[in-house]
């Protein structure tokens, strides 16, 4: 009988299996995050939420669960320590390769000073003979240097293998011993194939078929809060963007059905939670849609989720300012509508938290003086506001309607329009082009210097066959473009007539920049001249569509929403224009976000704050091409900048010593660059002095046949010479 109690007390409760579950989950998704991505950011993303934010109050204690947990953190401290050893290795390659060259040629040295003072023909015959000989012996030392490095890195990948093994082991371990002793339901638990998929789906740019898509696994996700904040944000955006009435009320039905799912199964593992505390503020607004009170609808969410939505909001995003602001907001609102003084009392208490984290000072400070301003109980903190932030920063007290609030609105939502128009056009064309312009200026550089033939010595020297080809690359951004314009029609609204104005206007623009083409550099000689030109030429072309592209739209959707700028300050006609703007900007950053994730397209490369990316070509003066020895240790990129302008270069020093220590950094850094580099004292190639410099020449050249690059010593300077370049 003591027996039966022990078991039946002992029997996992139905809140302790879904524990399990999800935290097995958390696991899982964990795992399946280091396997996807060798970008270390992510790592230490994964490596912290375990150290710092699980909530271990919440969690079961496990210890199954506790050795899969550790098992990761071994796992990304590996990632870490092996990226380390790769490039070590990687230092030792190119070293072992330096000294080959160093080690073979000087095997003939003694041998060479011995001829030296007495040549004589046989001795002659026998330097040749050592200098082909020490060529040989740089064949063989780099081919045993390159296997040594082969093994070296296969080693390093046979140790990630057996780590990652060990990790998939733990992870299978683990899901036996909580199936076994918490005795949840199989169908909860996810597989790594099942994450790889729903990462898959969650890329769909279409909001209505990625919820299709989603909802046809829902049994899947019973312990896996996440897919149902992404099931409803699917369905809201679906409802936002769907023209039929009906539709739009079965779409907002279904996101409230899955925002109510996630408050109801979550069970708070993690401390803090950016994506729970979205999808409970998104509940909120589908309530405040449905009962047009902002009062009502945060009493629902509390009712749900058993306490104050901002207490919730406050925990799982204290670190998230945005996500704040946007409840401080709702709760400021319930206030103008019940005068309900906890609501008052919410948002401001929100909104200190955001002035804490000083973020977006001008707006933050600005709307939280509003608030202050809202209750005679808050007159002491509103002087302390103004005399921490100034008078500029806060709201005057004379300012009844917050007609300065307004202004700061759309001053932020006129710069949230430009950077996403800037983003747009980038997207399209590094879509269209395939990254062409994709990176720094100096990556575009080459990637440009490749696509006109420059990289393999075929340089389109037709003007006609480069017009051809800046048509057929236009022609691909235009298709781009007018994904762009529809996703501003659909998700700003703006009629397709006045669209198709900017449109015309930009193609006019660039079809007459192509036409011009050539009127610049028609008397160019060489290649490469005319190469540079036609860099340039294309460079300046796209940057002036991109100005044309987001200076017109900004106007037209400003202009759409009555909102018109005069001396620095803007009018409006209401604010929810301004909220329109917001919202429908915010609304096509995420459609962005996904097609840069489907396209492969860095999001860094598509960043409006990169907005001048390649409008700063490489000086063409000679001002970048001549350095001292200290400006140049001080500039580690130099030499790459010059390798990707194929430019002669020279670093002027002050003795003997520091000729031969820029010589061989120059050529240690040329040779990371992929180039063949000759290296030798001025004067060895002008004249043969003596039986010994004649026979070093021969060994020398043999050795650097066909250089990219010859590195010249001089008493002061060292100067470096582009072989290749046709100009004479």
Aim: charged share 25%.
């Amino acid at each position: 009988m003591n027996l039966k109690v022990m078991l039946f007390g002992n029997r996992p409760t139905e809140c302790e299996k879904r524990k399990a579950a999800m935290a097995l989950n958390l696991c899982a998704t964990s795992i399946s995050r280091i396997i996807a991505s060798n970008d270390m950011e992510v790592l230490d993303v994964e490596y912290n939420a375990i150290l710092n934010n699980l909530n271990l109050q919440n969690m079961i204690k496990d210890e199954a669960l506790l050795s899969t947990f550790k098992s990761i953190l071994d796992t990304i401290t590996f990632y870490r320590l092996q990226a380390g050893d790769k490039r070590r290795a990687e230092v030792r390659y190119r070293q072992k390769m330096n000294n080959a060259i160093w080690n073979a040629t000087s095997q003939g040295a003694f041998f060479l000073f011995a001829s030296a003072a007495n040549p004589t023909p046989w001795a002659a015959v026998s330097g040749a003979i050592m200098a082909v000989g020490a060529f040989c012996n740089v064949k063989k030392a780099k081919a045993e240097a390159t296997v040594a490095h082969d093994d070296e890195l296969w080693q390093l990948e046979r140790s990630l293998i057996e780590q990652l093994h060990a990790l998939r082991y733990s992870l299978f371990e683990t899901s036996w011993r909580l199936s076994e002793r918490y005795d949840f339901d199989d169908a909860w638990r996810l597989t790594i194939p099942q994450i790889e998929q729903y990462n898959k789906m969650l890329t769909e740019a279409d909001p209505a078929w990625r919820y299709f898509s989603l909802s046809q696994y829902r049994d899947r996700f019973e312990a896996y809060p996440h897919y149902w904040n992404e099931l409803g944000e699917s369905a809201f955006l679906a409802a936002l963007s769907a023209d039929d009435e009906a539709m739009k009320r079965d779409f907002a039905s279904k996101a409230k059905e899955a925002f109510s799912k996630f408050a109801d199964i979550d069970m708070g593992l993690l401390r803090e939670d950016m994506i729970g505390a979205a999808a409970l503020l998104r509940l909120a607004q589908i309530e405040y849609i449905e009962t047009k009170s902002w009062s009502a609808a945060l009493d629902s969410v509390a009712n749900r989720i058993c306490l104050p939505l901002a207490t919730r909001i406050r925990t799982l995003s204290c670190s998230a300012p945005d996500l704040l602001t946007q409840c401080a907001i709702c709760y400021a609102a319930a206030y103008s509508e019940t005068k309900r003084k906890e609501h008052l009392d919410s948002a401001v208490s929100l909104m200190e938290l955001v002035i804490c984290q000083k973020y977006n000072m001008p707006m933050s400070s600005r709307l939280l003086s509003k608030l202050y301003l809202m209750d005679s109980g808050f007159n002491l903190q509103y002087a302390g506001l103004r005399a921490r932030v100034g008078a500029d920063g806060v709201i005057p007290e004379d300012d009844a309607e917050g007609v300065s609030l307004v202004k700061a609105d759309c001053a932020m939502a006129a710069e949230q329009l430009e950077n996403v128009l800037v983003r747009q056009f980038n997207f399209a064309l590094n879509s269209a082009t395939k990254g062409l312009f994709a990176g720094d200026c100096m990556i575009v550089d080459v990637n440009l210097d490749k696509f006109l033939g420059l990289e393999s010595n075929d340089v389109r020297n037709s003007d006609s066959s480069v017009v051809d080809m800046l048509h057929g690359l236009w022609e691909d951004v235009k298709c781009k473009l007018n994904v762009q314009f529809n996703a501003i029609s659909a998700k700003l609204g703006i009629p397709q007539d006045m669209l198709g104005i900017v449109a015309r206007d930009l193609d006019a623009n660039v079809e007459n920049r192509i036409c011009s083409y050539s009127g610049d550099w028609s008397n160019k000689t060489s290649p490469k001249d005319r190469c540079i030109q036609q860099r340039e030429h294309i460079k300046k072309m796209f940057a002036a569509a991109r100005r044309i592209y987001v200076e017109e739209l900004c106007k037209d959707v400003l202009d759409y929403y009555g909102i018109q700028k005069g001396d620095g300050e803007f009018k409006v006609r209401c604010h929810e224009d301004v909220e329109s703007i917001t919202m429908g900007v915010k609304s096509i950053e995420r459609e962005l976000a996904v097609a840069e994730q489907r396209e492969g397209i860095a999001a860094h490369d598509c960043d409006s704050r990169k907005i001048d990316v390649f409008m700063h070509p490489l000086s063409d003066g000679d001002s970048d091409t001549t350095k001292t020895w200290v400006e140049y240790m001080a500039d580690p990129s130099w030499v790459k900048r010059m390798v990707s302008g194929r430019k002669n270069f020279c670093v002027n020093v002050d003795s003997v010593l520091d000729v031969i220590e820029a010589s061989r950094k120059i050529e240690s850094d040329l040779e990371r660059e992929g180039m063949k580099v000759r290296l030798f004292t001025q004067g060895n190639y002008v004249a043969f002095l003596n039986l010994y410099s004649a026979v070093a020449w021969v060994g020398h050249r043999l050795v650097t046949m066909n250089p990219d690059y010859e590195v010249i010593r001089y008493p002061k300077s060292v100067e470096v010479k582009y072989m290749h370049d046709d100009r004479g």
